[in-house]
Nanobody, 113 residues
């Protein structure tokens, strides 16, 4: 079982970025997906969760209204669309299937002018 993030990079404040999480080796559509982020100063921070069929989503307060989590079970891929990015969103972003115990290697998102 494996999760692989992609799509990170450098973006200016106020900009947008969508990162992806591709799954393989397990029945992706049967498990919830969580995005979290990590920095050396703030540690690990939960960002958002989507249920297995995509029917429910939850967001951390700092990203609510700016980030959107989604998934395409036919493509075994989850997404995190990030709008109105701020410098404090700079972090390594990880996708995680907690009930499966699978996490990705992370993708760096840097928000800076």
């Amino acid at each position: 079982a494996q999760l692989t993030e992609s799509g990170g990079g450098l973006v200016q404040p106020g900009g947008s970025l969508t990162i992806s999480c591709a799954a393989s080796g397990y029945p992706f559509s049967e498990y919830d997906i969580t995005w979290y982020r990590q920095t050396p100063t703030k540690g690990r921070e939960w960002v958002a969760t989507i249920t297995s069929r995509g029917g429910m989503t939850n967001y951390a307060e700092p990203v609510k209204g700016r980030f959107t989590i989604s998934r395409d079970n036919a493509e075994n891929t989850a997404y995190l669309q990030m709008n109105s990015l701020k410098s404090e969103d700079t972090a390594v972003y990880y996708c995680y299937a907690p009930s499966r115990g699978v996490r990705g290697q992370g993708t760096q998102v840097t928000v800076s002018s």
